[in-house]
């Protein structure tokens, strides 16, 4: 096979300020180094870029797209330009000891971006970074992608009713739900559970990014801003199932933190009111367009983050709504755009999926953006 060309751009750190002007006295923003992680990959592995920027301390907010935002095109003669985001980092160190699991920060922040060739050959990449006052270095590299007996993302046959990978393979989920682990040793425990469920041949587990686990936007980190250590142990197990065969429902929010009186969590969501949130009541996370927003900027982050990763099978938006206290005529259109901006952002279009206790209302059944329920 004839070798394709591939370059890769890093566009689009916008350096403004809370007006959306630019910020004439910032420092310049300079594309300081640019790591490729493996000089030879293998067809559907991970291709990773580290980034390191200076002039970092200029910004407010590095989850902001608004504020800051890094784009990677990926182009091939073959097929239309890809554009994947990219995020911001803090390395971690994982430590264990007196059966404790200890995170700690190791080394500076960066930002990386991570994409899943589809093609095999040599590929090149150019990163430069673009802003009024970046530097206009360009930095260039390859990489070879081999071939792989990997069968690729898993994806909804719809003709059929049934899910298969790229290959054309079929996969039936066989698995639980191993919601979330608590405790001094998370991690362990789900290293465990993973192993386990290995051996009796599962290979489909639903995680939760519960508020206590590894929810993101916590009521310690506002909305908008995400915990890094949790982010990391998401990494983590991720790269762990992988190992194992065990692909993932990954569930964003749960009911009990739209809710005050069933499994109640409202009082430690980040988006109330009371802890400096928009929303006054839990329905407003549906109608209020601050929160619609920040969301959709929550969303960016995942699926610049994981969305590289056909371990991750799909993306379950919300869990069993009839259970909190959002009313079904906010839920229906919600879901609707939700659902749609998920898609627009997820070039591996995984499927799309969200969870009722009781009666699935039609209108959302109906939905063309929800795969499954």
Known sequence: MRATGMVLWVIGLALLSADGAWSAGSPQLRLKAVRLARPVIRLFERCELTMELEGMA?????????????????????GRPVVVTGFYYQPMTQERR????????????????????????????????IARQADPTIVRGTFE??????????????????????????????????????????????????????????????????????RLETKDTGVGRYDQLRAWQLDHLLEESEKKGLYWQLC????????????PQWQNNPYNEQLGGMCRVPDEFMTDARAQAAFRQLLRYLVSRWGYS??????????????SEIRPESFTPW?????????ELDVNR????????????????????????
Do not use: C
């Not at 190791?106 to 060739?117: A, E, H, I, L, Y």
């Not at 964003?252 to 499994?263: A, C, E, K, V, Y």
């Open 252 to 263: 964003l929010l749960d009911h009990g933190s739209f809710s005050r009186t069933q499994d």
């Open 335 to 343: 879901i609707a755009q939700m659902s749609q901006s998920l898609q």
């Open 98 to 129: 007196n059966g404790q699991e200890l995170l700690t920060a190791d080394g500076d922040p960066v930002w990386k971006v991570r994409f899943t060739p589809r093609t095999p050959g040599f590929w090149s990449y150019a990163v430069r970074v």
């Open 310 to 323: 056909p371990t991750l099978a799909s993306w379950e938006l919300f869990n069993e709504v009839d259970l």
């Open 145 to 214: 992608v081999a071939g792989s007996a990997h069968r690729g993302f898993v994806k909804l046959d719809r003709a059929n009713g049934m899910f298969r990978f790229e290959n054309g393979q079929p996969f039936i989920p066989i698995g639980e739900n191993v919601a979330w682990s608590t405790g001094a040793r998370p991690l362990q425990t789900y290293e465990q559970w993973f192993r386990e469920l290995s051996q009796q041949r599962a290979n489909y587990i639903r995680v939760w990014l519960a508020p206590w686990s590894l």
């Open 350 to 373: 995984r499927p799309v999926t969200v969870s009722f206790h009781h009666r699935v209302p039609e209108a959302v059944g109906k939905l063309p953006t929800i795969d499954t329920i």
């Open 58 to 78: 200029s910004i407010a907010n590095p989850y902001d797209p608004e504020e800051v935002a890094i784009e990677a095109t990926f182009e091939s003669s073959r």
